[in-house]
C-alpha cells in the first residue's frame, strides 16, 4: 500500500502518517498539489493521495485526470469542520479524515483502498490444481499468461501470483490493453518526453518504469495492437524500452504477467498477434475454469461475498437457506465470479428474516434466481417448457420487419444488460473485439441512445460510451 500525503507536516498530520506506517504502508510525502501531480507523473506511483482539505482538491484530481492518473483521495483536516470536509467530498474525495486521527479509521480507510478482501478462494479440486502450479511458479521470473472467460478472476490470480513472488514487495501495476485508446496505450505503457506530440507537457513515466523492481499486469492483452506488439516484445526480450520521443532506452527489472479472455493461437493464425510474442507471455499458462466448471468454489465464494458485503453495508451477516445453496449451485452462472459477487450483494441487501431466501437473490432485472437461466433439471416440466417455448416464438415473431442493422444493436444493448455494463465480458460472449464493440456503441451514443454503464446492471446513461471495464 502506497500512500501520498499532500500537505504541511503539522503535528497532527504526522500523527496519521505514522499510524498509516504502523499499518504497513509506505509513505511518501509533498507540500503542493502540483508537487503531487509531478511526483505521480514521475512514476513514483500511490495507491492512495490523503490531501489536506485547504488545498485545492478539486484541481489536483482535474490535473491528475488530464495526465490519465486515476488515484483516489481521502481530504483530512484539523477541527473536522463540516462545511469545509462536506466541500472536499464535493469536490471528489472519496472520504474524510479528521485530524487528530483514530487509528481505527485509518486502518479502515487503508483496508477499502487497498481491497485485500479479494482473497483466492480454492475449494473445488479443478480450481485447486491451479493454485497449485501457481503456488510452484510464483517465485520464478517466468512471464506467465492467464487465461479463462471474463470474470472467472484473472486479476485476482496475477495479484495472488505477484503476493507469492520475491517481488511481493515491490510494485504491482496493472495496465487494461483493452480500455485505452491505441494512440494512447503506447505512451500509457513506456511514457514519453516533453514535446513527444501535442499536450505532452512534460515528461510522463510510462507503467513500464513505474513497476520497476515489481509486476506489470497486461490485462487483455489480446486487445493490443500488433504494431505496438513488436515495442512490447523488444521490451520483454532486452528489459528496455523506449519513451515515446526518448532519445536513449531505458532499462528495467519486471516480471511480466499477462491475461486474455480470447483464444491467442487463433488469433496468431488471424494475423492479429504476433506468435513470437505468445511465446515470451506464455512461458507458463494458467487456466482458469469457469464457475459452472467448479461447482465447489460456488457456495465458498457465495458465503465469502455475503460476509464482506453485509460487514460494508453495516447488516448482519446471514446464512443461505438451503434452498438458496441449492438455487446458487443449480444457476449457470454465464457471468462468472462477478455475476456471483453482485448476486451476493444484492442478496445482503434485499435479505429478511435470520437467512438469505431464494427469493433474495436476484438477477440484475428483478427476476427470481430461478428465471434467470437455471439449468434444466431433467424433471420433464412441461408447462414451463411450453411457456418456454411461447416466449421463443414471440421474441421470433417480433424480430420480423426490422433490418440486420436493427437486430445488430438490439442484441448488443440487450447482452450488454445482461453483463451488467461489463465491455470485456459482452464482446466476449457476441464473439467480437472490445474495440468493435466500442465503435459499435459509440456509434449508438451519438444517436442518442442510452448506453448501460458498467457494473450498473441495466441502469443506463447517456452520452458518449462510457470507457471499458477493468474487471477481468
Same mark, same amino acid.
Given at each position: 500500500?502506497?500512500?501520498?500525503?499532500?500537505?504541511?507536516?503539522?503535528?497532527?498530520?504526522?500523527?496519521?502518517?505514522?499510524?498509516?506506517?504502523?499499518?504497513?504502508?509506505?509513505?511518501?510525502?509533498?507540500?503542493?498539489?502540483?508537487?503531487?501531480?509531478?511526483?505521480?507523473?514521475?512514476?513514483?506511483?500511490?495507491?492512495?493521495?490523503?490531501?489536506?482539505?485547504?488545498?485545492?482538491?478539486?484541481?489536483?484530481?482535474?490535473?491528475?485526470?488530464?495526465?490519465?492518473?486515476?488515484?483516489?483521495?481521502?481530504?483530512?483536516?484539523?477541527?473536522?469542520?463540516?462545511?469545509?470536509?462536506?466541500?472536499?467530498?464535493?469536490?471528489?474525495?472519496?472520504?474524510?479524515?479528521?485530524?487528530?486521527?483514530?487509528?481505527?479509521?485509518?486502518?479502515?480507510?487503508?483496508?477499502?483502498?487497498?481491497?485485500?478482501?479479494?482473497?483466492?478462494?480454492?475449494?473445488?479440486?479443478?480450481?485447486?490444481?491451479?493454485?497449485?502450479?501457481?503456488?510452484?511458479?510464483?517465485?520464478?521470473?517466468?512471464?506467465?499468461?492467464?487465461?479463462?472467460?471474463?470474470?472467472?478472476?484473472?486479476?485476482?490470480?496475477?495479484?495472488?501470483?505477484?503476493?507469492?513472488?520475491?517481488?511481493?514487495?515491490?510494485?504491482?501495476?496493472?495496465?487494461?490493453?483493452?480500455?485505452?485508446?491505441?494512440?494512447?496505450?503506447?505512451?500509457?505503457?513506456?511514457?514519453?518526453?516533453?514535446?513527444?506530440?501535442?499536450?505532452?507537457?512534460?515528461?510522463?513515466?510510462?507503467?513500464?518504469?513505474?513497476?520497476?523492481?515489481?509486476?506489470?499486469?497486461?490485462?487483455?492483452?489480446?486487445?493490443?495492437?500488433?504494431?505496438?506488439?513488436?515495442?512490447?516484445?523488444?521490451?520483454?526480450?532486452?528489459?528496455?524500452?523506449?519513451?515515446?520521443?526518448?532519445?536513449?532506452?531505458?532499462?528495467?527489472?519486471? $516480471?511480466?504477467?499477462? &491475461?486474455?479472455?480470447?483464444?491467442?493461437?487463433?488469433?496468431?493464425?488471424?494475423?492479429?498477434?504476433?506468435?513470437?510474442?505468445?511465446?515470451?507471455?506464455?512461458?507458463?499458462?494458467?487456466?482458469?475454469?469457469?464457475?459452472?466448471?467448479?461447482?465447489?468454489?460456488?457456495?465458498?465464494?457465495?458465503?465469502?461475498?455475503?460476509?464482506?458485503?453485509?460487514?460494508?453495508?453495516?447488516?448482519?451477516?446471514?446464512?443461505?437457506?438451503?434452498?438458496?445453496?441449492?438455487?446458487?449451485?443449480?444457476?449457470?452462472?454465464?457471468?462468472?465470479?462477478?455475476?456471483?459477487?453482485?448476486?451476493?450483494?444484492?442478496?445482503?441487501?434485499?435479505?429478511?428474516?435470520?437467512?438469505?431466501?431464494?427469493?433474495?437473490?436476484?438477477?440484475?432485472?428483478?427476476?427470481?434466481?430461478?428465471?434467470?437461466?437455471?439449468?434444466?433439471?431433467?424433471?420433464?416440466?412441461?408447462?414451463?417448457?411450453? $411457456?418456454?417455448?411461447?416466449?421463443?416464438?414471440?421474441?421470433?415473431?417480433?424480430?420480423?420487419?426490422?433490418?440486420?442493422?436493427?437486430?445488430?444493436?438490439?442484441?448488443?444493448?440487450?447482452?450488454?444488460?445482461?453483463?451488467?455494463?461489463?465491455?470485456?465480458?459482452?464482446?466476449?460472449?457476441?464473439?467480437?473485439?472490445?474495440?468493435?464493440?466500442?465503435?459499435?456503441?459509440?456509434?449508438?451514443?451519438?444517436?442518442? &441512445?442510452?448506453?448501460?454503464?458498467?457494473?450498473?446492471?441495466?441502469?443506463?446513461?447517456?452520452?458518449?460510451?462510457?470507457?471499458?471495464?477493468?474487471?477481468?
Amino acid at each position: 500500500m502506497r500512500l501520498l500525503v499532500v500537505g504541511k507536516l503539522s503535528g497532527q498530520l504526522a500523527a496519521a502518517v505514522k499510524m498509516a506506517m504502523a499499518h504497513g504502508a509506505k509513505v511518501g510525502h509533498v507540500e503542493r498539489c502540483d508537487q503531487a501531480t509531478e511526483t505521480l507523473r514521475r512514476g513514483q506511483g500511490a495507491d492512495l493521495l490523503m490531501v489536506d482539505y485547504d488545498l485545492d482538491i478539486r484541481s489536483l484530481i482535474a490535473a491528475n485526470e488530464a495526465e490519465r492518473i486515476h488515484v483516489p483521495v481521502v481530504a483530512c483536516g484539523i477541527g473536522a469542520d463540516p462545511d469545509r470536509a462536506a466541500g472536499a467530498i464535493r469536490a471528489g474525495a472519496k472520504e474524510f479524515i479528521p485530524l487528530p486521527p483514530e487509528a481505527d479509521l485509518i486502518a479502515a480507510v487503508l483496508a477499502a483502498v487497498a481491497d485485500d478482501e479479494r482473497p483466492m478462494i480454492s475449494a473445488d479440486p479443478s480450481m485447486k490444481a491451479v493454485v497449485q502450479l501457481a503456488d510452484q511458479v510464483a517465485r520464478s521470473e517466468a512471464s506467465i499468461l492467464i487465461t479463462g472467460e471474463s470474470g472467472v478472476g484473472k486479476e485476482v490470480m496475477a495479484r495472488y501470483l505477484h503476493g507469492q513472488s520475491r517481488r511481493k514487495d515491490r510494485p504491482f501495476i496493472s495496465v487494461n490493453c483493452a480500455a485505452i485508446p491505441d494512440n494512447l496505450l503506447e505512451s500509457e505503457l513506456f511514457g514519453h518526453e516533453k514535446g513527444a506530440f501535442t499536450g505532452a507537457l512534460a515528461r510522463r513515466i510510462g507503467k513500464f518504469e513505474e513497476a520497476d523492481g515489481g509486476t506489470l499486469l497486461l490485462d487483455e492483452i489480446s486487445e493490443m495492437d500488433v504494431r505496438l506488439q513488436a515495442k512490447l516484445l523488444r521490451a520483454i526480450q532486452e528489459r528496455v524500452i523506449d519513451r515515446v520521443g526518448g532519445t536513449r532506452p531505458v532499462k528495467v527489472d519486471i $516480471r511480466i504477467i499477462a &491475461t486474455s479472455n480470447r483464444d491467442l493461437a487463433r488469433a496468431v493464425s488471424e494475423g492479429t498477434f504476433r506468435e513470437d510474442l505468445l511465446y515470451r507471455l506464455n512461458v507458463v499458462n494458467l487456466r482458469l475454469p469457469p464457475l459452472r466448471e467448479r461447482p465447489g468454489d460456488i457456495v465458498a465464494l457465495a458465503e465469502h461475498f455475503i460476509k464482506k458485503y453485509a460487514a460494508a453495508n453495516g447488516v448482519p451477516a446471514r446464512p443461505l437457506s438451503e434452498a438458496a445453496r441449492r438455487g446458487v449451485l443449480s444457476h449457470p452462472w454465464r457471468g462468472n465470479v462477478r455475476e456471483l459477487e453482485n448476486a451476493m450483494h444484492r442478496a445482503v441487501l434485499l435479505a429478511t428474516g435470520t437467512e438469505i431466501s431464494e427469493d433474495a437473490i436476484r438477477m440484475p432485472d428483478g427476476q427470481p434466481l430461478g428465471l434467470g437461466g437455471a439449468v434444466s433439471s431433467g424433471m420433464g416440466d412441461t408447462g414451463l417448457a411450453a $411457456r418456454a417455448a411461447a416466449s421463443a416464438d414471440a421474441v421470433a415473431r417480433a424480430h420480423v420487419g426490422q433490418t440486420v442493422a436493427q437486430m445488430e444493436k438490439t442484441l448488443i444493448l440487450d447482452t450488454l444488460s445482461h453483463c451488467l455494463g461489463n465491455r470485456t465480458h459482452a464482446a466476449s460472449i457476441l464473439g467480437i473485439s472490445i474495440r468493435t464493440l466500442r465503435n459499435k456503441l459509440n456509434e449508438y451514443a451519438d444517436e442518442g &441512445t442510452p448506453i448501460p454503464a458498467p457494473q450498473s446492471g441495466v441502469a443506463p446513461m447517456s452520452g458518449p460510451a462510457p470507457g471499458m471495464s477493468g474487471a477481468a
